[in-house]
């Protein structure tokens, strides 16, 4: 067994700034295995992996190759071990064909022979089976294609252990078929792979073992045949902590906000969103729980006006009238003129919510500022509205006059989510409220948020934590791969349940 | 081995990013810097030249300052300061329009068009004002081109605005040939007419009052008015400005029609104001070097009347260095392209501050044995972090 192990791991251990990414980790890889390494946002795997890949150097903790402890400090050491990473966004060069990438940084002795380059990216090609035309350029390409394009340029620099960072994310499903069918012909000639990814049914369908991470540890690893996916899902979600958030009954709900069979695709043509409905009501908080990139983004952008959509309607009533109007194909500024309230955190809060380099008082009026017929700013409102919200939420700050981007994250959020109330939303939308916050202000805009709800404003809630959605959220929609795998009770859903549908799509190849 | 490795030694420098450095703060190191290019100038003027530096800096200021310069260098300033005001709105928009050239070259051309054909056959004020209409209206067309197809097909603005000063040169060439059938390069006062009245009899004054109320207005349209800001939110984020309704394209076109007409105003201020006659090199490059005034003074227009000054007294003091100390003139643009280095240099030690780890050396000497210990593997990860 011991001369089997290709890679090894050692209590490795990962920090950046105060944050553990890594905690004493152990690993190990069999030569001529596939290795499923699963886990939840956030719960180290990409980091751990890209320490093998030599992008990133262990704090503390030994690395293994072949028996021999190995000191990888570049991905060039990683390439002299034969470990190659296949990233999940591409580094390819996009004017230069397949094999002109392939080679891009090799220096191989002799002239440089394109034709020879050619001939052998064609017999890997040959060799495992994987559809490619070496003088296709890559921006020609498909995304799937410049993934065999990424294996490839690994495979051509003689790689023997392939680690693979979420690989399927991207492809669709005829495309993972085809991606494993090749994976599968690499183990048989001998290759040791590492497949990263959060997808329970792919794991079961592919790898032989699964080694599952939680919060930067290593929880166990596990051979794929013996173990079922709702044990997998509660070893990566863990078991359910209780954080005692305050969750009134909902007052008297009422339709606020219909969503039908929305679809919608990336500029790469990827489908993002596919047939989503739900509806959110008045007084309520209604949760989306869902793994990074299922479209969480991309739902609430296109509620809010900023997603072209191919297909659904969104439809909104009016609390008052009882109108409906609908909102698909509007722009934010037609959406305000119809009278409709609604407010949205976004995710990227100085990229999209707020001006990094204006004062708190500028981006206070960010959204009011057309207000009134005249051609120059009125700062007066801006400028008290920043007043109380410094006060009322606690912000820290050396004044209204500061930059909001020298203030610390969770006074940036405040800034942020102080300004969307301050609008009398009768739609509250949050993406991720909370991510980088300490507990007392995650709980602050916890309070925010239920105070919202009791005053009869629909509130939709995007999260990561499934603890804070089981506690926080009346209902929670769960999205996995675009799709909505369901929508749950948030009073008697179970971590796991939530868990494993957020895993989960019908279609198991 | 492994333990040798966790020893990662911290380069010798190290540069950090500094935040909220205080305005006095700011000052004092951009005078240190001044003073350094200074120096600098003095050592090399005495090693090449063997001349008295502080001869020299006096001639610089003379240049600048001396009798009856005064009003020309004021006039000069005025001129370079209107083709700043505009291209600095579309800076703060991000939209880097460096063909401020060409879109005043088109105002003058318009200008002179207009002069050619009517000067003998109308009155002063509705040709005046014909000529205005027409430079702005070509400014802002030369201007707005760019920004169209910037705006619906994402093409490069910094190209795109460079190659349209060639079409404008070219055209103005045309123009010449046309005018001039003597096959001179320069279509001259005699074929123009007199064009815009000296105010109050003072020559320059009108450009001198128009550049002047041009500044306040635009310091206010940036800073007060709601277009102002629409500007500055989509030279921020476009992400936010769409998040916020703004209708992006709208301001990129608005932006460019607004800048291309300031820049076509100042064609006309240089020929119906000024010269009173038109070549391809009517503008003298005011186009290129307003982007550096405009940058230096922060794309605010009140600053921009200092570094305006800096620059213009700069180059007029270099000009009678080279002829009264009798010195190529390619040796006081060494002097100029010092201390212009030396003050964009200063913003580098404004927003950076720079570590230096003396323990560096010391350890290297220790470190002679073991001589494998790693080299850089910590950088990359403190990258990742900022």
């Avoid at chain 1, 495979?155 to 069918?181: C, H, M, N, S």
């Avoid at chain 2, 000009?319 to 009798?326: A, F, H, K």
Wanted: net charge neutral; proline share 3%; glycine share 8%.
């Amino acid at each position: 067994m011991a001369e089997n192990i290709a890679l090894q791991l050692k209590n490795i251990s990962k920090h950046f700034g105060t944050i553990m990414a890594n905690r004493k980790v152990d690993l190990d890889l069999v030569r001529g295995e596939i290795l499923a390494v699963l886990g939840e946002n956030g719960s180290g795997k990409t980091t751990l992996m890209n320490m093998i890949a030599g992008i990133y150097y262990p704090d503390e903790g030994q690395i293994f190759v072949d028996g021999k402890e190995a000191t990888i400090r570049s991905p060039k050491d990683a390439f002299e071990y034969k470990i190659g990473m296949i990233h999940q966004h591409f580094k390819l060069v996009d004017i230069f064909t397949a094999a002109e990438n392939i080679a891009l940084g090799m220096h191989d002795e002799g002239k440089f022979d394109m034709a020879k380059i050619e001939a052998s990216v064609a017999e890997l090609t040959e060799k495992f089976g994987f559809e490619m035309d070496p003088r296709k350029k890559i921006y020609q390409m498909s995304v799937s294609e410049k993934q065999t394009v990424e294996i490839l340029k690994i495979l051509y620099r003689g790689a023997d252990i392939l680690i693979l960072d979420e690989p399927t994310a991207v492809l669709t499903p005829q495309e993972i078929d085809k991606l494993f069918a090749v994976l599968r012909r690499m183990r048989e000639s001998g290759k040791s792979i590492i497949i990263i990814t959060h997808k329970l049914h792919e794991v079961m369908a592919i790898s032989d073992r699964v080694a599952v991470l939680r919060r930067g540890e290593h929880i166990a690893t596990v051979k794929t045949a013996e173990v079922s996916e709702a044990e997998l899902t509660e070893m990566m979600v863990g078991k359910k902590i209780s954080l005692n958030i305050d969750r009134t009954e909902p007052k008297n709900p009422t339709d606020r906000l219909i969503v039908k069979n929305l679809n919608c695709f990336s500029i790469d043509g990827i489908q993002k969103l596919s047939s989503v409905s739900f509806t959110a009501r008045s007084g309520e908080i209604l949760g989306i729980a869902g793994i990074a990139g299922s479209g969480q983004r991309e739902l609430l952008e296109a509620i809010a006006g900023l997603q072209h959509l191919s297909g659904g309607e969104i439809t909104y009533i009016d609390p008052q009238t009882g109108v409906e109007e609908n909102l698909r194909d509007k722009t934010p500024q037609q959406i305000r003129e119809l009278g409709v309230r609604l407010s949205f955190v976004p995710e990227d809060r100085l990229g999209m919510g707020l001006v990094g380099n204006m004062d708190i008082v500028d981006n206070m009026m960010l959204r009011s500022y057309r207000r009134g017929r005249s051609l120059f700013l009125d700062r007066k409102q801006p400028s008290n509205l920043a007043d109380e919200i410094i006060a009322s939420l606690e912000v820290v700050t050396p004044s209204s006059h500061t930059p909001v981007r020298r203030l610390s994250g969770g006074n940036v959020q405040k800034v942020l989510v102080g300004r969307e109330i301050a609008a009398a939303p009768t739609v509250l939308m949050a993406a991720y409220p909370v991510r980088g916050l300490d507990i007392n202000s995650s709980y602050m805009i916890y309070n925010l948020l239920n105070a919202q709800k009791e005053n009869g404003v629909a509130v939709i809630f995007v999260g990561e934590d499934l603890d804070v959605l089981l506690e926080l959220c009346d209902r929670i929609l769960v999205l996995c791969g675009g799709k909505v795998s369901g929508i749950v009770e948030g009073r008697k859903a179970k971590k796991e349940q939530v868990g494993l549908m957020m895993t989960k799509t019908e279609g198991v190849s | 081995m492994n333990e040798q490795v966790k020893k990662t030694r911290d380069p010798f420098v190290r540069i950090t990013k500094r935040d909220g450095v205080t305005f006095g703060k700011a000052c004092i190191v951009r005078a240190v810097c001044i003073a350094v290019a200074l120096l600098l100038c003095a050592i090399l003027t005495v090693l090449v030249t063997g001349q008295n530096p502080l001869v020299m800096f006096a001639t610089v200021f003379k240049g600048a300052f001396g009798k009856g310069r005064g009003f020309v260098t004021l006039h000069e300033a005025a001129l370079l300061l209107c083709v700043s005001l505009a291209v600095t709105p579309a800076f703060r928009m991000r939209f880097w329009n460096i063909g401020a050239e060409g879109q005043a070259l088109i105002g003058g051309l318009a200008t002179a068009v207009i002069m050619f054909l009517f000067h003998d056959r109308m009155s002063t004020f509705p040709l005046v004002l014909l000529m205005t209409v027409s430079a702005v209206v070509a400014g802002a067309i030369w201007g707005v081109l760019p920004a169209i197809f910037k705006a619906h097909w994402g093409t490069n603005e910094t190209l795109f605005t460079l190659m349209m000063n060639y079409i404008a040169i070219r055209l103005v060439e045309w123009f010449l040939k046309i005018a001039d059938k003597s096959g001179s390069n320069v279509v001259s006062h005699s074929l123009l007419g007199d064009g815009i009245p000296n105010l109050f009899g003072v020559q320059y004054l009108f450009n001198i009052v128009v550049v002047a109320l041009l500044t306040v207005v635009l310091y206010i349209y940036l800073q007060y008015s709601k277009h102002g800001y629409e500007i500055a939110v989509v030279g921020e984020s476009e992400n936010t400005a769409r998040y916020v309704g703004i209708n992006v394209r709208k301001v990129i076109i608005r932006t460019m029609i607004l800048s291309g007409a300031i820049c076509g105003l100042a064609g006309l201020l240089i020929v119906g104001g000024a010269s009173h006659s038109i070549d391809s090199n009517i503008i003298k490059g005011r186009g290129f070097t307003a982007i550096m005034v405009s940058w230096l003074g922060k794309f605010n227009p009140l600053y921009m009347i200092l570094t305006t000054f800096l620059l213009v007294f700069l180059a007029r003091g270099a000009d009678e260095v080279s002829t009264i100390c009798g010195l190529n003139s390619s040796f006081s643009d060494i002097l100029t392209g010092i201390i212009l280095f030396f003050i964009i240099g200063s913003e580098f030690f404004i927003h950076y501050q720079m570590h230096f780890n003396w323990s560096f050396f010391e350890r290297e000497k220790n470190d002679e044995a073991g001589a494998f210990s790693a080299e850089k593997p910590a950088q990359t990860d403190e990258k990742e972090e900022a």
